[in-house]
């Protein structure tokens, strides 16, 4: 079983649209939960991150842990084109990251 | 400031070829990150240096992939005897450790390698 798992998508959705992006993650560790974003031929880059569980909002951007059901979730409120990119979850524990494999969002005009 | 750099941006070799791929952290970073991404796949850890610690090479696929990493900056990917599915981008991330503590990590642009 992977350490994280994630739906690939893609997701296309208008402007404007409430975007929610998830991810399943095993062994419940102390550990921190983050979300990055990566535009295509770019190396990702951290949007934000939460520790072990509850909300963290960060602009239009909303990171959730559930850890009773081991979900992470991201919320982009407001959608924009320029979202328009490939979502990794990601965890972190005693120095290891563990990535899922990404969403790909597309956000129409 | 500079972010994470690596060279080169694109690489094409012929299979049974070595190739070497570089890092250049973000200056006082003293932990740094070899990644594999595949098409379609995740990140896939390869190998990690954490000051003088001895690198955690657990990701490593085989024994032909290696890793240095000199002076506690720059680091240097080798693949010996390249095979066609190390066809990938590879990717680098440093981040500055505070009491233990790595997780904001920052990426470079990443290498794109393909293996004819």
């Known amino acids: 079983q992977k350490e994280v798992e994630q739906d690939p998508g893609p997701l296309s959705v208008p402007e404007g649209a409430i975007v929610s992006l998830n991810c399943t993650y095993s062994?419940?560790?102390?550990?921190?939960f983050m979300w990055y974003r990566q535009y295509s031929r770019k190396g990702p880059e951290l949007l934000m991150y939460t520790y072990s569980s509850g909300n963290k909002e960060d602009g239009r951007f909303t990171a959730q842990v559930d850890k009773s059901s081991k979900y992470i979730s991201l919320f982009i409120r407001d959608s924009q084109p320029s979202d328009s990119a490939t979502y990794l979850c990601a965890k972190y524990n005693f120095n290891k990251f563990y990535f899922g494999s990404g969403t790909k969002l597309n956000v129409k005009p | 400031g500079a972010g994470v750099s690596q060279s080169p941006s694109n690489k094409v070799t012929e299979k049974g070829k070595d190739v070497e791929l570089r890092c250049d952290p973000i200056s006082g970073h003293t932990a740094l990150y070899w990644y594999r991404q595949s098409l379609g796949q995740g990140l896939e850890f390869l190998i990690y240096?954490?000051?003088?610690?001895?690198?955690?090479k657990s990701g490593l696929p085989s024994d032909r992939f290696s890793a240095e990493r000199t002076g506690g900056s720059v680091s240097t990917l080798t693949i010996q005897r390249t095979q066609q599915e190390d066809s990938a981008v590879y990717l680098c991330?440093?981040?500055?450790?505070?009491?233990?503590?790595?997780?904001?990590?920052?990426f470079g642009p990443g290498t794109r390698l393909t293996v004819t």
């Open positions: 991330a440093s981040s500055l450790v505070s009491a233990g503590d790595a997780r904001e990590q920052y």
């Open positions: 062994n419940s560790a102390f550990q921190y």
């Open positions: 240096f954490q000051g003088n610690s001895a690198p955690d």
